[in-house]
């Protein structure tokens, strides 16, 4: 990708947000000049030819043993390639460590059977979708308050 200057955009940074988005930033090293794009991994993988680790992803990568890492490396970028994603996170390590399911705690299976039918399987969904983009392998209570409170301001005890 080229700036208006002429010179190639240099990729600086991938950053991992806690809400599923990224922020790439990218230089000019003809004019300095500096810009970040926000999006999730899927809105982001146009922006890339081939697989990209975000530098959280990286980090977690690096701290694992030697013998591990290509296989895990291998493991992700195979899942991303199948699902057309070029950029690659936490969570989707996660994700294709469990290609792409999740597990449901009991207690929050029970909780999701007691919401009405024709909000349940929206809230299957955005649970999931949430629990992956996080790496959880699992959604349990936690998660459903804090999401609950998020979009309808309303979390507490037993509800």
């Known amino acids: 990708m080229n700036c208006s200057c002429g010179s190639e955009l240099q990729l600086v940074r991938i950053e991992e947000g806690d809400d599923g988005q990224s922020f790439i930033r990218y230089s000019c090293p003809g004019c300095a000049?500096?810009?970040?794009?926000?999006?999730?991994?899927?809105?982001?993988s146009p922006f890339f030819n081939g697989p990209v680790w975000t530098?959280?992803?990286?980090?977690?990568?690096d701290r694992m043993p030697p013998y591990l890492k290509p296989l895990v490396c291998k493991e992700v970028e195979d899942?991303?390639?199948?699902?057309?994603?070029?950029?690659?996170?936490?969570?989707?390590?996660?994700?294709?460590?469990?290609?792409?399911?999740v597990s449901w705690h009991p207690e929050a299976e029970t909780r999701?059977?007691?919401?009405?039918?024709?909000?349940?399987?929206?809230?299957?969904?955005?649970?999931?979708?949430?629990?992956?983009?996080?790496?959880?392998?699992e959604v349990t209570v936690a998660l459903m308050e804090e999401l609950k409170a998020r979009y309808f301001g309303m979390a507490g005890k037993g509800s």
């Open 112 to 137: 999701l059977s007691r919401v009405p039918g024709p909000v349940r399987a929206m809230a299957r969904v955005e649970l999931e979708r949430t629990a992956l983009d996080r790496g959880l392998p």
């Open 33 to 44: 000049l500096e810009f970040g794009i926000e999006a999730t991994c899927d809105e982001a």
């Open 79 to 101: 899942y991303a390639g199948s699902k057309n994603i070029r950029l690659l996170s936490t969570g989707l390590i996660t994700e294709a460590k469990n290609q792409g399911t």
């Open 55 to 61: 530098d959280e992803a990286q980090h977690y990568l």
